[in-house]
């Protein structure tokens, strides 16, 4: 009923008829002729009555009363139906830079950002030193994960996260098990690596979450951190990737150091891998 009270007929392609109205918004016939169900079935579903609702409907309903993403999933949780995969309110489509100041102030530990296809769309100085991302290279994490020579060298518990990579991006492709571009990057990268064929005809599932990383910096030496998955809710197609030191080999003062003046001009001609 809240939000039939902030459509008008105007935004609904009503017109007003020029006489005034008891009813703020539109009335309950408006919304069941506009969603083409019967009138007395929408009083039903505003009143929470048990009766069958069916995606189609409800996303008929949420179409005339102008429902957000999150306001349509709100709907469908009511409705006692699963709601549909989360999608970017176009409000918040220009978080990206606030993300990109977020990623930025976690220097000198690594950070990037990913969206659902694990596409890198951001990364900070700190994960090109340490992680090797750079413009010139396959610009997605799961491809670069295995094939990228430079990422490989380093990663000395590359062999231990693999089957955890995979599954994981296994997980995320079950959320939208219809999406091409999900399958675009496997079969890419079917073509390119054996070893991901060998692990994605697994099938293993993994939630995103937190994967400890040893690392062989050519300049600094061994680095261990802990990577941490994180999702915000207002931008559902976007994961943000934190990197953060464990108490060994010093990694904490070796990432200090590689992000100062004088370990930039150190890094800046590493040994070969």
């Known amino acids: 009923m809240s939000r039939r009270a902030r459509v008008s007929p105007a935004e609904a392609g009503l017109p007003d008829g020029g006489a005034r109205r008891r009813t703020p918004g539109l009335r309950r016939e408006e919304v069941a002729v506009l969603a083409g169900v019967g009138v007395s079935w929408y009083q039903w579903l505003e009143q929470g009555r048990d009766i069958t609702v069916s995606p189609q409907v409800l996303d008929s309903v949420g179409r005339v009363l102008r429902l957000s993403s999150v306001e349509r999933r709100h709907l469908y949780v009511l409705a006692g139906l699963n709601p549909p995969a989360p999608e970017v309110d176009p409000r918040y489509a220009d978080m990206c830079e606030g993300l990109r100041r977020l990623i930025d102030a976690w220097m000198p530990y690594p950070a990037h950002i990913m969206d659902a296809y694990w596409n890198t769309v951001v990364y900070n100085d700190a994960a090109g030193a340490v992680l090797g991302m750079r413009p010139e290279i396959t610009q997605n994490c799961l491809v670069a994960f295995f094939t990228d020579p ?51 005809e697994r099938r293993d599932v993994a939630p995103g979450g937190q994967v400890r990383k040893e690392m062989e910096h050519p300049v600094v030496g061994t680095l261990v951190v802990e990577s941490t998955q994180l999702r915000v809710p207002a931008r559902p197609d976007l994961t943000i990737v934190l990197h953060t030191a464990l108490p060994e080999a010093d990694t904490a003062a070796k990432l200090e150091w590689l992000a100062s003046p004088e370990g930039r001009r150190g890094s800046m001609y590493p040994v070969a891998g």
């Open 150 to 200: 430079i990422y490989r060298s380093r990663a000395k518990s590359w062999e231990q996260n693999a089957a955890n990579v995979v599954a994981q991006y296994r997980a995320a492709c079950s959320e939208r098990p219809d999406d091409e571009g999900f399958r675009a990057v496997v079969d890419e990268l079917r073509e390119l690596s054996p070893e991901f064929a060998e692990l994605w």
